[in-house]
């Protein structure tokens, strides 16, 4: 058995299902092993993602485990057969893993959903915007690593998936670049928001008792609702939350800020006559 030296979130993810799954049984890894004929090393390694698992052992540890939800028990599988090297591949050891996890994550998302506060949500940038925001960046990047990063957005920027980001009003205001770049920047939201499957919703000043959009997060749907993840911004890459109590917190969240923003015809206008004032 070789193990990984990097597993990605996806990999990642499957074993954190299977180690709740043994938890919620009630057995220990080396119990786990013992039904499945194996040693709990191998255990240990399926769920720290050092290890992949197969389909057929899968499935025996999902029976073991006595979880009968046919449904989450193939999508575990798909996520453990799935051999698909994605376009991210080609940036693996030239940027931080947590790009490349977050490409994967979108790739597989059945839908996407962002709360943006002070920058306008990256799968919507201009190639000016994101230049200005990845300038800023602290300590400054070489010119390559500048490029990387930009082609890297501008490839994630290919989804198909539907899409809904509610952007406050700050991120619209705050000059990232220059006025004509802000501008662009607008005007390019607003192509974006007339497609079919990207939804823009602004939150203005001027809501009265609003604080549920203090800040940032990205909400990527799973091929089951349990199989969500949302992603938080950290000092150092991306935190990936996936814990039930945790993603229904996120929901409800999500719930309350759509429900308090303008809808996207009048999001629409609200951005052309911030336009019309740069």
Known sequence: ????????????????ELRRLRE???????QAAGLLGVSPTQI???????????????????????????????ALVAMATDRTRGWWEEYRGLLPTSFLDLSELEHHARFLRHVAILYVPGLLQTEAYMRAVFSSRLPELTDEELELRIQHRKARQRFTVPYEAVIHEAALRIRVGDRVASRAQLTRL?????????TVRVIPFDLDGFASASSTMTYVGGPLPKLDTVVRDAPHGSAFIDSEAQLNIYRTSFRKVEAASLNPEQSRDFIHRLAKEL
């Open 190 to 198: 607003l192509e974006l928001s007339e497609a079919d499957h990207i």
């Open 44 to 74: 240990t390694h399926i769920e720290s993602a050092l290890a992949g698992v197969s389909e057929q052992r899968l499935r025996r540890l999902a029976s073991h485990y006595a979880c009968t939800d046919a449904e989450f028990i193939d």
């Open 24 to 30: 919620a049984a009630g057995l220990s890894s080396r």
């Open 1 to 16: 058995m070789v193990k990984r030296r990097e597993p990605t979130a996806r990999q990642m993810r499957l074993a954190t």
